[in-house]
Nanobody, 125 residues
Framework: QVQLVESGGGLVQDGGSLRLSCAAS????????MGWFRQAPGKEREFVGG???????TYADSVKGRFPISKDGAKNTVYLQMNSLKPEDTAVYYC???????????????????WGQGTQVSVSS
């Protein structure tokens, strides 16, 4: 059974920082890639970034340079450090793990098999 548990969301002011965590059980990040997505009110879910099994990282242009992604293999946990937050970053953030081992990180939701429950991030102006 694969389970992803996110934590770290909250309310922060414009320009502030938050760190999201995604702890996984049942699917090791050393062999599976993992992505972060977000869904703002009234909008479709969008890709934020992802980290592959080998450590390669891909970012959406909207967060590049602000949201570094990292992982801790010993804890099987992936992190999304969100810096210089803007009101337009307000959304529910989800982590997800890929269907297949040793894959390439993709921005397509269909490439991901399991999803976390989501955590709310709100940025006030």
């Amino acid at each position: 059974q694969v389970q992803l548990v996110e934590s770290g969301g909250g309310l922060v002011q414009d320009g502030g920082s938050l760190r999201l965590s995604c702890a996984a059980s049942g699917r090791p990040f050393r062999t599976y890639g993992m992505g972060w997505f977000r869904q703002a009110p009234g909008k479709e879910r969008e890709f934020v970034g992802g980290i592959g099994w080998s450590g390669g990282i891909t970012y959406a242009d909207s967060v590049k340079g602000r949201f570094p992604i990292s992982k801790d293999g010993a804890k099987n946990t992936v992190y999304l450090q969100m810096n210089s937050l803007k009101p337009e970053d307000t959304a529910v953030y989800y982590c997800a793990v890929q269907h297949y081992a040793y894959g390439i990180i993709s921005a397509s939701e269909s490439e991901y098999a399991y999803w976390g429950q989501g955590t709310q991030v709100s940025v006030s102006s």
